[in-house]
């Protein structure tokens, strides 16, 4: 009987280690993410705002990206982002996995169409990075990735995080992949 307890008590332990606001995701490859965007954009978010769904269930942010270069595809001046999360009065909603603007953050992101005329970022927090300027002044992309999510590939290996790069060499690689696989870029 006592070992039965231990048992449990271990399990227990064991439990309450693993974090409850873990997300898993799909990992797409670079290819993935190029081939299946609607448009890839570079911009800045000049606009947010939280609200309920029409279901009256999720709270969901609308951030209006100032698209600045158009990667691959075609997108207006602007674009509306539509992303679970956000915050109505005093409630507040974090969908780990999702990503989340900052107010005037420089980004590029991978974009879906929806129905409603909106966007998504393709591949959750995968289709959203920042552009930041280093301390040498150079301009890099940092991945938007967060504790709490994983991705997995089909096989069910862990993903490896993505590390920053110069600007440049991640537009071009955009561009080549586009030119390779869709046989189209913008300019």
């Known amino acids: 009987m006592r070992r039965i307890s231990v048992a449990l008590a271990l399990c227990a332990l064991a439990?309450?280690?693993v974090p409850?606001?873990?997300?898993?995701?799909?990992?797409?490859?670079d290819v993935e993410l190029v081939t299946q965007a609607d448009a890839v954009v570079q911009g800045r978010v000049v606009e947010q705002k939280s609200f309920w769904d029409e279901t009256g269930r999720v709270i969901v942010t609308e951030s209006v990206?100032?698209?600045?270069?158009?990667?691959?595809g075609e997108a207006p001046?602007?674009?509306?982002?539509?992303?679970?999360?956000?915050q109505v009065g005093d409630l507040?909603?974090?969908?780990v996995g999702f990503p989340a603007f900052n107010h005037r953050e420089r980004v590029i992101l991978f974009l879906a169409d929806n129905q409603d005329g909106s966007s998504r970022v393709l591949g959750y927090q995968q289709g959203h990075f920042e552009v930041v300027k280093r301390k040498d002044g150079v301009r890099v992309v940092v991945p938007r990735t967060?504790?709490?999510a994983?991705?997995?590939?089909?096989d069910g290996r862990l993903k490896a995080e993505r590390q920053s790069i110069r600007l440049d060499d991640f537009k071009r690689g955009v561009r080549r992949?586009?030119?390779?696989q869709r046989g189209a870029i913008t300019p």
């Open 20 to 29: 409850t606001t873990a997300s898993t995701f799909l990992a797409m490859s």
């Open 150 to 154: 994983t991705f997995v590939s089909r």
């Open 92 to 95: 507040a909603i974090e969908a």
């Open 77 to 86: 001046k602007f674009v509306t982002v539509r992303t679970a999360g956000g």
């Open 146 to 148: 967060e504790d709490g």
């Open 177 to 180: 992949i586009a030119r390779e």
């Open 65 to 72: 990206v100032r698209v600045q270069n158009v990667l691959v």
């Open 15 to 17: 439990l309450a280690a």
